[in-house]
């Protein structure tokens, strides 16, 4: 009796081990298509995220014919890059500035010009050339004035700034004067700009003078673009990157290719947050009966030995 008591209970211990073997067995395949259909469906999002991404990019190229030329560098080497960035107000150019990006530097540098520097070659200025010559020859001009290679261009449609600024989540910016906009007051000091009718008060001109209005006008436009710039890969940004998108294949024109921005946004990601910039200052003089701006020489060879000291590996 004894023997068959313990004969039973040992079956009776291993039809429970089996059963709860089985029902491991179970969890883990449910664990296991869990992970699966997880692992799924995030390859699915990153595919629509690559494609809308792509997608908003071939909505943005726009090459060019221009006279210069100037070689692309690898840039999955992380060479030093160079380009032509503008901000764009209709038919004119508010905002005209030379960025390198140098990966290896861990810095941006960045040439603003003055766009109303006189051309004699042209026989207009850096604004006015826009209108006539649109980008290619905005990026002929700027190459051969300060003699150093500029491979790219990427233009900014500036009243599309408020959205990018609310998109990627706010933007801090120093301003140097108090005044009222718009039913916005600006105070001087640090200032957080997040909604885009706030943005778009602060770009307002102000003051009688409509020259001085107008320096500092395009002194807060590039004081916002170049902020904007580095919020590009923020937390807020990857949340609403459809939001994004939309502003971006709105606002943007350039001529890197979609595979161009892609290895710049894995290479050169992290330069974007030491960006450092460099006024380089007109002199007038009197041309023909008219006062113009110009570039003296030793602004030009400042700004080339600027420029070419950020190209340094």
Known sequence: ??????????????????QKNKTKHKALKR???????????????LTKVYYDVKGVANRSYQPIDRQTKAKLPDLKEKSPVT?????LNGKEANDILVLTMNPKQNKTTVINLNRDIYLASEGTTLKDLYSRKGVSGEIDAVQKLLGTEISRYLTFDLSGLGDFVATVGGINVQNTIHFNSDGYEFKPGTLNLRKSEEVKAYLNKIGDDAISAEDM???????????????????????KYKTFLTAFGDHV???????????????????????????????RVNIDGQD?????????????DKLEAALAE
């Open 1 to 18: 009796m004894e023997s068959r008591r313990r004969r039973a209970q040992s079956v009776t211990k291993i039809k429970n081990i089996d």
């Open 292 to 304: 113009r701006d110009i570039l003296p020489d030793a602004q030009v060879k400042k700004a080339h």
């Open 83 to 87: 380009f032509l960035f503008m901000g």
């Open 253 to 283: 024109k350039t001529d890197f290719l979609f595979d161009n921005l892609k290895q710049l946004g894995i290479s050169y990601n992290g330069v974007l947050g030491n960006i450092s910039k460099q006024n380089i200052k007109s002199t």
């Open 217 to 239: 006008l395009i002194e807060r436009e590039q004081s916002v673009l170049i902020a904007v710039v580095p919020k590009m890969k923020s937390v807020n940004t990857v949340l």
């Open 31 to 45: 664990v296991m298509l869990f992970l699966l259909l997880a692992v799924l469906i995030i390859i699915g999002l």
